[in-house]
């Protein structure tokens, strides 16, 4: 289990809430949702998919939740009047690194390709308070729980009510161009946007399913390949028994581990094709800054889409050995704002 | 004005052009005889040829590190404290890149570049202005790296001349020169133009090599500057230089070698600022792919038939095109010879000439002045479409008013047959410009005041003369060529507009794909669909990184990705490559079937034969002939070639 630093918690309790503190709050929350999104597509691209296809659509399913995340909470941000900024460098947390808001030294993640040791760290990652079929997690210091975090934001925007929403529908993206999302205008749409994310991540005390979306919380999704069944109903409650997911540890492509200051050489083929995947994913963080602040079209969203796709693709030729099949690479997901190789 | 004036920037540094190769061969798009190889990078020397150089190749076209290494207003070059020279040209950064598109597989030398934003940024990466690069074929390819030709396509140089619209101007109040080119821009919209920007760059120089880190990367040098309201868009209205194709067997000429060493250009004279500009930048010949110009010796510009000298661009010193290593990234081969009144005189209506000292390096204008070319000349259509084709005529660089102006169909450029096919001759479904009445349209044209003419191209269906059957639809339609030129019924003397010659541009002519009427049942089912499919996912193997586009289950989970990438503009760079190779009829099939999906799974077709795996010699042979690269294996297909025919 992740635990945030306390001080994530400042300004959200006690009698002096302000909405800077909640609107500061919430975007930290967007970093560190969109701060799992590397890791994740990391591991699912150095898959073969023909090889390890389950754990590739598990892994899959996830990082689009968390995108899901990412945009709820530029909701709630937008209806209490704030602005996400995703265009920036400070954005994109360091790899390797805490995640942002993690209690120091607790946890550091780096870019690396699948494994089950990576796994634990997924796992980590997603764990709630009291996971299913666990016994209860020790008591860690005082660090508090992503879960919490949510929490206490959605009780400090009951407190301060309906006066800080802004009147309407503030750039909102809602369902019709991100599939599950939720238009906030008032505390009880906020409530709902939030029980969304931390349900999906953590699931609740009774169930691993999720409320809102068609799953298991991601903690348990990971479980299934740590298990290597898939999660199914039994009785009145679950259990790993279901279809086989099965990794096959051929089905890796040798991509580098990402170790403290990592870069590829200079002038080098692997870091040509990296400044083509950075500034594709810094125009990506520009594009969705855009659509939370304002351009929630559908064109927007297609250029949003459409700059996902390429990054997918421009990562998979990365790290599957294309053009050069003794070569296998994977980005480093950095914010690079012009494509400068050869120049 | 366009980008050949006073007010203009230049811009060099790196293009990507990553193209997927399985397309350029006719075979791969049957889909009955495609095998898996043909997805896979060739072997050594191309044997085997597989899936040609860049099999899993994205269609993107990118600029990369492009910097601005000059800049001119009118009163000249801008001082070094203009914050435009820290400034650099970049692609987009708020959508994906632009793409790079063949029209056909039996037309490849007109790839044209969609869906591409250029930006200019300034030190810190703050935009100063964005535009939409308006898509455009290169045109005027050649054998450019003389000093080592015969080796195809990476000897190859070609030139994109286009308009920048949809101009959104960032603060560009602290540079003198851009507030400038603003105003320009600005004056043409209250002059009733849509306020464009010209662009025009040289590409060459690109890298096969799969290892390298500039695979599939090349040279790029522009200029970029206003366009005028009413102006062609991808071509300079001005004087137009024209080049013969030499007659020598050596060195290999693979697209077109010039016999004076120089290729076709264009120049223009502003009588107000009493300077002649030469756009020199896809003329002048380099040493290597990519490197330095090759030295011709001083170049001297003549008019009145060599009697008035107008100055030269030197080869040596400190301004020296050949001596100067950086000389070609600092103009982009753009140059002016100051004149005055008694050379103004002389040039106004008469022949000029570049020469160079060494023997035979020499370029003129037609003996008459004239010239002629279709603005836009790279067409798709519908059978039963009209395309109204506009072609401007000029003598002496002003436009040419009430002359008639000739066409005929000209198929002699385009490349049927396929490479690797030894059946001779080649089997009719890959015949091109068959059947020849699909096109019609008039003889003649008469040029209006402004020098215009408007050929009407009225279609049918022209049926499916290069579809492998009827569900394997191999090639769509089919591609024709119509070419220009001046009618005159006098004998030919100075004063026509055209030289008595036979200089023929070889790449100046109007390319046209006429797709095949295509019909579906309603509501269109997965059996109609699939065919269409099957051969996108054959073809560009980039899309397995995301489905199988042949198997039902895959296509339906991906619905409305699918949807997105057929439903957009094709102007839009989201919409997929194939959106440009696949007929409206097609495409509006594709888009029903994806809003109601029905059908049931086609069986799987029985694998294909394996091939031998021991190859004979003379197939080897053919294989090291591909190998030169796309291009190349195109060119060698023309129907005529070098002036001899095959």
């Known amino acids: ?343 | 004005m366009s980008y050949l004036n006073a007010v203009r920037l230049h811009f060099a540094g790196q293009f990507q052009a990553n193209v997927s190769s399985v397309n350029n061969d006719p075979e791969h798009f049957r889909n009955s005889t495609f095998e898996p190889n043909f997805q896979r990078l060739q072997g050594p020397g191309m044997n085997p040829p597989n899936g040609w150089f860049n099999p899993e190749g994205d269609g993107g076209f990118r600029l990369l590190g492009c910097k601005i290494t000059s800049a001119w207003t009118q009163s000249g070059p801008v001082g070094a404290n203009d914050p435009v020279l820290s400034s650099k040209i970049a692609d987009a950064d708020d959508r994906v890149c632009g793409k790079l598109v063949d029209l056909d597989p039996q037309q490849q030398l007109v790839s044209e570049i969609w869906g591409l934003q250029v930006r200019l940024i300034d030190r810190t990466g703050v935009n100063l202005l964005t535009g939409d690069f308006l898509e455009a074929p290169f045109i005027d390819l050649w054998d450019r790296a003389i000093g080592a030709s015969g080796n195809g396509d990476v000897d190859g140089g070609a030139a994109y001349q286009s308009v920048l619209q949809n101009l959104v101007w960032g603060d560009v109040s602290k540079s003198p020169f851009l507030t400038q080119l603003k105003a320009l821009v600005e004056s043409g919209i209250a002059a009733g133009g849509k306020g464009s920007l010209s662009i025009k760059f040289n590409l060459d120089g690109i890298n096969l090599d799969f290892r390298s880190p500039s695979f599939m990367c090349g040279r790029i040098a522009g200029t970029i500057g206003p366009a005028s309201p009413g102006e062609p868009r991808y071509m300079v209205l001005g004087r137009h230089f024209v080049a013969y194709r030499s007659q020598a067997s050596v060195p290999a000429q693979n697209f077109f070698y010039p016999a004076g060493s120089l290729n076709f250009c264009a120049g223009v004279i502003d009588r107000a600022a009493s300077n002649l500009y030469l756009d020199l930048g896809n003329a002048l010949p380099t040493t290597v792919p990519g490197g330095p110009m090759f030295d011709l010796g001083d170049l001297t510009v003549h008019a009145m038939n060599g009697a008035v000298s107008l100055g030269a661009i030197l080869s040596q010193g400190a301004h020296g095109y050949a001596s100067q290593t950086n000389w070609y990234e600092g103009c982009a081969g753009v140059v002016f010879l100051p004149l005055n009144a008694a050379q103004l005189a002389a040039a106004a209506t008469s022949q000029l000439t570049i020469s160079g000292a060494i023997p035979n390096s020499v370029i003129s204008e037609a003996s008459g002045g004239g010239y002629v070319r279709a603005d836009k000349y790279v067409y798709r259509v519908t059978p039963g479409e009209s395309v109204d084709v506009t072609f401007y005529a000029m003598q002496w660089g002003q436009p040419l008013a009430d002359f008639d102006i000739q066409f005929v169909q000209d198929p002699s450029q385009l490349q049927p047959g396929a490479p690797l096919l030894s059946e001779q001759p080649s089997p009719a479904y890959l015949n091109v410009a068959t059947p020849a009445d699909a096109i019609k349209f008039a003889a003649t044209a008469t040029t209006d005041r402004n020098g215009k003419a408007v050929l009407t191209i009225n279609t049918s269906n022209p049926g499916a003369p290069r579809w492998a059957g009827p569900t394997d639809f191999g090639l769509d339609g089919q591609v024709y060529g119509i070419r220009a030129s001046f009618k005159y019924s006098a004998a030919p003397n100075a004063n026509n507009p055209v030289a008595p010659s036979d200089a023929v541009a070889p790449w100046d002519f109007v390319s046209i794909l006429l797709w095949s009427e295509f019909k579906t049942s309603d509501p269109v089912q997965w059996s109609e669909i699939q065919p269409i499919l099957q051969q996108y996912a054959n073809l560009y193997p980039v899309m397995n990184r995301f489905l199988d586009l042949g198997d039902l289950d895959s296509v339906k989970k991906n619905l409305r990705l699918l949807k997105l990438a057929f439903g957009l503009a094709p102007s839009d760079p989201n919409s997929m490559p194939v959106t440009r190779d696949l007929s409206k009829q097609k495409r509006q099939a594709l888009l029903s079937w994806l809003a109601n999906p029905v059908g049931a799974p086609t069986p799987p077709s029985p694998a294909p034969p394996v091939p031998s795996t021991t190859v004979a010699p003379s197939t080897q042979q053919a294989f090291a002939a591909l190998s030169k690269g796309g291009k190349t294996a195109a060119a060698a297909r023309r129907l005529i070639r070098q002036g001899a025919k095959k």
Not at chain 1, 160 to 173: A, E, K
Not at chain 1, 321 to 326: A, E, H, V
């Open chain 1, 1 to 343: 289990m992740i635990l945030l630093q306390q001080s994530m918690l400042d300004g959200l309790t006690g009698d002096d809430i302000r909405i800077e503190k909640i609107r500061e709050k919430l975007q930290a929350a967007i970093e560190l949702e969109h701060s799992t999104v590397p890791l994740y597509l990391y591991a699912l691209y150095s898959l073969d998919p023909a090889k390890n296809g389950e754990i590739v659509s598990i892994i899959r399913s996830v990082v689009v939740e968390e995108m899901l995340h990412m945009t709820l909470a530029s909701n709630v941000l937008n209806a209490i009047g704030g602005s996400p900024r995703l265009d920036d460098p400070k954005f994109i947390p360091t790899y390797p690194g805490p995640l942002p808001g993690g209690v120091e030294k607790q946890l550091t993640v780096q870019l690396a390709p699948f494994s089950m040791a990576q796994l634990e760290i997924f796992l980590t990652i997603e764990e709630p308070q009291d996971p299913l079929n666990f016994k209860l997690a020790a008591a860690q210091g005082d660090g508090i729980t992503i879960g919490d975090f949510y929490r206490h934001i959605a009780k400090a925007i009951a407190k301060l009510g309906p006066s800080i929403f802004v009147h309407g529908p503030h750039n909102q993206v809602g369902p019709d161009l991100v599939e599950e999302s939720v238009v906030v205008t008032d505390v009880a749409s906020a409530g709902q946007a939030i029980t969304t994310i931390v349900e999906q991540g953590e699931g609740t005390s009774k169930t691993p399913l999720e409320i809102i979306g068609k799953g298991y919380a991601h903690y348990y999704r990971f479980m299934q390949i740590k298990k290597h069944y898939l999660l199914e109903p039994k009785g009145d409650s679950f259990a790993y028994d279901g279809p086989p997911v099965p990794f096959d540890p051929a089905g890796v492509y040798p991509v580098p581990t990402q170790t403290a200051g990592w870069s590829y050489p200079p002038g080098s083929a692997a870091a040509a094709e990296n400044d083509t995947f950075n500034y594709t994913y810094t125009n990506l963080l520009k594009a969705l800054d855009a659509l939370f602040n304002g351009q929630n079209t559908a064109a927007q969203m297609n250029r949003t889409l459409g700059l996902m796709m390429s990054l997918k693709e421009l990562a998979k030729a990365m790290m599957s050995g294309i053009p050069d099949s003794k070569r296998y690479s994977g980005p480093t997901f950095q914010y690079q704002p012009a494509n400068l190789q050869h120049g």
